[in-house]
């Protein structure tokens, strides 16, 4: 989108074209998102199988063929180790053995570059292993007993499935979690909110905005069969379910009760959003187009959920801390970080930094705007205000 509007421009990268997908995930991991979804401006996937979820080799294989297609710009092996307001405007960016003066950076580091992992680990005692999703890649790394997986969003929930089905006892702490079936209706539940027009809901347009930018992913898998993953499955597959890890205290970890009304909360958002599937598929006349209106299981609540586990008794012998991602700007030396380490920004125009700019952060300008398929239009939008801002400094 630069190049269309001949902005002179560069990409700057640590490590290879799709560096996230290569080095950051597990082994088995492919996407949540449907193919039909990998969508770049410009460029879409255009294979066998448009409702299957990607590989990371082929998520890996689609970005470096986006990059060739558009004829990216793209330094590899260049990381940004500094970026600070320059003396005379602009900026001024140490990257790889160089160094760039520019009017404009954009970030676009990603909004999952470290694990999340809350201070309490500090209090696991050293016979437990902790494994975070970065260190993480499959379940023959774990030391043979118990597991506990720390988090039900997307990762938890898919990383206590794939270890339970290794044969471990494992159990899951669920705090604040997002339900959804892998399928309503006949169609990909990724592909309602799409149609609904869920995900193009936009920023200024959300209500309590700071907590929509913090909603944990959806209790999500991709896998060939199209199965749902949520605390019904896991529960069916042997996990153990516990309510959220509140302490750890002299080697006991604490768990929270009040699974019923965490659970009937996450059943009740689920009923609403399928509710508003269902609204726009009447309003736009094509109730008849989609399998009748479903309704699912509410989450069993278990008979005795735990409320503490001794974690020096042997019962547990590795940690999966599946507790979010957050974005790293230790190379950003310009005052624009919060202190929770959130960047300050309008819709991904940084606040009080003139020129600067973000990309792929959650709910950045949209609901879409932390999937692949949310870049194009949140970077259409940037680009717009970039090459405005450009133009009123130039003329300044
Ligand atoms: C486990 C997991 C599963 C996901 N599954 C899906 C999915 O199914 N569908 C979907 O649409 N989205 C998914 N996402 C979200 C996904 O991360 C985004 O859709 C997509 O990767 C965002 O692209 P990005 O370029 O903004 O960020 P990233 O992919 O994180 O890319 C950022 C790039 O910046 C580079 N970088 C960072 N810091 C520096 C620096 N200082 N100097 C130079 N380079 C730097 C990194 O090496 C990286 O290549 C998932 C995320 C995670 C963590």
Sequence with gaps: MLAERAI??????????ANSWRRERWDSLRLLTPSA????????????????????????????????????PVRTRTPVTRVSAAAG?????IAGDGEIHCRSVVIASGACNAP?????????????????????????????GGVLVVGASATGAQLAEEIRRSGRRVTIAVGEHVRLPRTYRGRDVLWWMEASGVWNQRYDEIDDLVRARRLPSPQLVG??????????????????????????RDGRALFSGGLRNLFSLADLK?????DTFDEWARASGRDADFAPRERFEPTRVPERSR????????????IVWATGFRPEYGW??????DHKGQLRHDGGVVEDAPGLYAIGLPVLRRRKSTFILGAEDDARDIVAHLEGYLDSSKER
């Design 8 to 17: 002179d421009h560069v990409v700057l990268e640590r490590g290879e074209v």
């Design 89 to 93: 405007g602009g900026y001024r960016v």
């Design 116 to 144: 999340h992992v809350p201070a309490l680990r500090a209090a696991v005692p050293s016979s437990v292993a902790c494994f975070t999703p970065f260190d993480y890649r499959n379940p023959s790394q774990l030391p043979e």
């Design 37 to 72: 979804q990998a969508r770049l401006p410009g460029y879409r996937y255009e294979g066998a199988d448009p409702d299957g979820y990607m590989t990371m080799a082929e998520v890996v294989d689609f970005v470096a063929g986006y990059a060739a297609a558009s004829q990216a």
């Design 332 to 337: 950003l030396d310009v005052p624009v970080v």
């Design 270 to 274: 689920m009923d609403r959003l399928l």
């Design 307 to 318: 409320l503490e586990i001794d974690l020096n008794s042997g019962e547990i012998r590795s």
């Design 223 to 248: 896998t060939p069969e199209r199965a749902s993953l949520d605390l019904n499955t896991l529960g069916d597959a042997g996990v153990e379910i516990v309510g959220r890890l509140s302490t750890i």
